[in-house]
C-alpha cells in the first residue's frame, strides 16, 4: 500500500520538527510549515531525501558555513531564507 500525498506531507513534517539538534528542528519546521505543502513532486523528494542528512551538516549549509551539495543548493537557499534570527541575528 503507497502512502498518500498527504499522508507524506505530515510524515515529512514530523521528521522536520524531530531532529537531533533543536536549531535544525526550529528551521525545518519553519519551512515545512511555510512551503512543504507548495512543493512539486520532485522537489518533495529531494526534501525527503535532505530530512536523511546529517543535521549538523543541515546546519553548516544553512548557516552558509559550508558550500552545501549541488543537489540541494536551491532547497537549502529556500530553507535559510526562512532561518533569519535562528543561524543569524534578524536585520
Known amino acids: 500500500m503507497s ?8 510524515r515529512l513534517r514530523m521528521r522536520s520538527m524531530r531532529r537531533g539538534i533543536k536549531e535544525m528542528d526550529l528551521i525545518l ?18 526534501y525527503d531525501r535532505l530530512l536523511g542528512e546529517n543535521d549538523h551538516d543541515l546546519y553548516q549549509w544553512v548557516s552558509g558555513q559550508v558550500q ?5 543548493g536551491p532547497l537549502i537557499a529556500r530553507i535559510a ?3 533569519n534570527g535562528i543561524v543569524k541575528p534578524e536585520p
Do not use: C, H, I, M
Open 68 to 72: 552545501t551539495p549541488a543537489p540541494y
Open 81 to 83: 531564507a526562512r532561518a
Open 29 to 46: 519546521v519553519a519551512f515545512a510549515d511555510a512551503e512543504l505543502a507548495d512543493l512539486g513532486a520532485a522537489e518533495v523528494d529531494l
Open 3 to 10: 502512502e498518500s500525498a498527504e499522508t507524506r506531507l505530515k
